[in-house]
């Protein structure tokens, strides 16, 4: 495949190929068509050849060139399927093309400091779990760094004390940045507020700029509900203080906290269904034992 996209990819090939998909020509034929010197016509020719699209052979004199049709389709195939993955309604670009109308908007929009001041967000997720295990992934730092970043992020440092007063310093970058290569994509540092434990849960959130200034203030108010099959969360996000250049952060905020709340309750459907296992697991085991000694 890399050989046949590097035959291709110049215009003269290209323009051989053109030609050849009408019908098999002669060298000189070709040659005289594409307004190209015979020497050069045949080196590209050739080279289409080592890639498999053409194929020749010798009558008399001449030598015929024909086009192979089956690695263009081959081809045609593979681009087709990564233009369907970019193409997916619910994956990645779609989220991105989400984000850039938005980003654009809110550009539009930013033209002197508190311009978005008392924006509010509201967000409701029902979660497995008990609201004490949830509380737990809310506010312990090594469970929140498995769901605290949208999609395609990961958590790279993260402070969270769980009290009124406590410190919140939260920083992340790509997912496939392991190596720590790329620039840190995002860091905010902020307060708690309120600490009612499986109750409610509020903090101040501020995302910095590049120069270390504040871009806006997030005002984060988190009540939790028990309910029968786990625990209904509600998230009430308001946000004040805001520079001219916080644009392209308020952009995110529906998409991106969302996502996070996604992977909230992803971890926790996971980690239920993962102690389901092992209950289920464990009994059998203790089953086959019971009846092993019985058997004896």
């Not at 850039?100 to 497995?128: C, I, N, Q």
């Not at 730092?141 to 410190?167: H, I, K, N, Q």
């Not at 590049?210 to 806006?216: K, M, R």
């Amino acid at each position: 495949m890399d050989a046949l996209l590097a035959a291709l990819a110049d215009p003269a090939r290209w323009r051989l190929v053109s030609l050849l998909a009408e019908r098999p020509r002669p060298v000189g034929v070709l040659a005289q068509l594409a307004e190209a010197r015979q020497p050069q016509t045949t080196k590209h020719l050739q080279t289409l050849e080592r890639a498999g699209v053409v194929t020749s052979h010798r009558t008399g004199q001449r030598r015929i060139y024909a086009l192979r049709p089956g690695p263009l389709r081959d081809l045609a195939a593979a681009l087709g399927r990564l233009a369907d993955t970019a193409d997916q309604v619910s994956g990645p670009h779609a989220t991105y093309d989400r984000y850039e109308r938005s980003l654009h908007a809110e550009r539009l929009a930013a033209k002197e400091p508190g311009w978005a001041d008392g924006r509010s967000f509201t967000f409701h997720r029902s979660l497995s779990g008990r609201p004490e295990l949830v509380w737990r992934h809310l506010t312990e730092a090594v469970r929140l760094a498995r769901w605290w970043t949208p999609e395609d992020l990961r958590v790279s440092e993260l402070v969270f004390e769980a009290r009124p007063g406590g410190r919140i310093v939260q920083e992340y970058r790509d997912a496939e940045d392991t190596a720590g290569s790329d620039l840190v994509a995002g860091r905010a540092e902020g307060v708690v507020d309120d600490v009612r434990p499986g109750e409610r849960l509020s903090y101040r959130l501020s995302p910095l700029l590049p120069d270390g200034g504040l871009a806006f203030t997030a005002h984060v108010d988190m009540g939790l509900r028990p309910t029968g099959a786990g625990t209904d969360l509600d998230v009430q996000y308001r946000i004040t203080d805001t520079t001219v250049d916080s644009a392209d952060f308020i952009a995110d905020i529906e998409i991106g906290f969302g996502q996070s709340l996604d992977k909230l309750a992803a971890t926790l459907a996971a980690d239920a269904h993962d102690t389901d296992s092992t209950h289920t697991t464990r009994g059998t085991d203790s089953t086959d034992s019971t009846d092993t000694r019985s058997a004896k």
